[in-house]
């Protein structure tokens, strides 16, 4: 409760056995930890980097020992590095994915995922092999690999679009229309994780609540109709129909 956070990184160390090596800007901080229930340890380290995570810092390996740096600039450090094979662990530190796209351009993918990234994260491209090196915390990087895995299906003279919903649930607007586009002969699946009407794909981003669109502009254009007719002020309770 209140607790400065130089107390919390000792409390963890003994939980976990981590080593861990901090500045003097972790003395200016308290963090407050409850739980009515008992947790494993694995969960107090993962709310131990969550708090990290809210304080702009983060943990990167220093051979035995875990140091504990500014999210800021972290891009420099020396980050754990996950190759396509290797899955990426849920948590609120920092680290490298590196991810080959296979049908759509990866400079174009790289401007997309920039509108959701973390403050802090860092996307690149490698344009020969079509390789996107995303640095970010491993919750972040699931989140943007689910973006991705789910648009890099285009096909030729597709283009990518971001479109806010404003009154709505993205979730909901994105199964309205497949069920819209379904009912008009279109194929595809339908679902809150994103599915394929024609030749557009519709993906939605709960937390900005904002659809990612593979689609030729034309496709884009009937779309962008759809969801205006959709996506409208609700007065008093009620469901889309």
Same mark, same amino acid.
């Given at each position: 409760?209140?607790?400065?956070?130089?107390?919390?990184?000792?409390?963890?160390?003994?939980?976990?056995?981590?080593?861990?090596?901090?500045?003097?800007?972790?003395?200016?901080?308290?963090?407050?930890?409850?739980?009515?229930?008992?947790?494993?340890?694995?969960?107090?380290?993962?709310?131990?980097?969550?708090?990290?995570?809210?304080?702009?810092?983060?943990?990167?390996?220093?051979?035995?020992?875990?140091?504990?740096?500014?999210?800021?600039?972290?891009?420099?450090?020396?980050?754990?590095?996950?190759?396509?094979?290797?899955?990426?662990?849920?948590?609120?530190?920092?680290?490298?994915?590196?991810?080959?796209?296979?049908?759509?351009?990866?400079?174009?993918?790289?401007?997309?995922?920039?509108?959701?990234?973390?403050?802090?994260?860092?996307?690149?491209?490698?344009?020969?092999?079509?390789?996107?090196? &995303? =640095?970010? *915390?491993? %919750?972040?990087?699931? $989140? /943007? +690999?689910?973006?991705?895995?789910? #648009? @890099? !299906?285009?096909?030729?003279?597709?283009?990518?679009?971001?479109?806010?919903?404003?009154?709505?649930?993205?979730?909901?607007?994105?199964?309205?229309?497949?069920?819209?586009?379904?009912?008009?002969?279109?194929?595809?699946?339908?679902?809150?994780?994103?599915?394929?009407?024609?030749?557009?794909?519709?993906?939605?981003?709960?937390?900005?609540?904002?659809?990612? &669109? =593979?689609? *030729?502009? %034309?496709?884009?254009? $009937? /779309? +962008?109709?759809?969801?205006?007719? #959709? @996506? !409208?002020?609700?007065?008093?309770?009620?469901?889309?129909?």
């Amino acid at each position: 409760d209140d607790a400065d956070l130089p107390d919390l990184v000792k409390a963890i160390s003994n939980i976990t056995g981590r080593r861990f090596i901090y500045g003097g800007k972790l003395r200016q901080i308290k963090a407050t930890v409850y739980s009515p229930d008992k947790i494993s340890a694995g969960e107090a380290y993962a709310a131990f980097l969550s708090i990290l995570q809210q304080n702009q810092m983060t943990v990167v390996p220093h051979g035995r020992f875990l140091k504990i740096v500014d999210s800021q600039g972290v891009v420099s450090e020396a980050i754990p590095l996950y190759d396509p094979a290797s899955p990426v662990p849920v948590e609120d530190r920092f680290v490298t994915r590196m991810y080959r796209l296979s049908h759509v351009d990866a400079t174009e993918v790289s401007a997309l995922l920039g509108k959701f990234k973390s403050k802090d994260g860092d996307i690149s491209v490698y344009a020969p092999a079509n390789l996107l090196i &995303i =640095t970010d *915390t491993g %919750t972040q990087i699931q $989140r /943007l +690999l689910h973006i991705v895995e789910e #648009i @890099d !299906v285009g096909s030729a003279g597709d283009q990518l679009w971001v479109e806010p919903i404003h009154y709505a649930s993205a979730g909901e607007v994105a199964t309205k229309l497949n069920e819209i586009l379904d009912l008009k002969g279109s194929g595809g699946g339908a679902g809150k994780t994103g599915g394929k009407s024609g030749g557009a794909k519709i993906v939605p981003d709960d937390r900005t609540n904002a659809l990612v &669109i =593979t689609a *030729t502009q %034309t496709d884009y254009l $009937r /779309l +962008l109709e759809l969801i205006k007719r #959709i @996506d !409208v002020p609700q007065s008093g309770e009620g469901e889309m129909h």
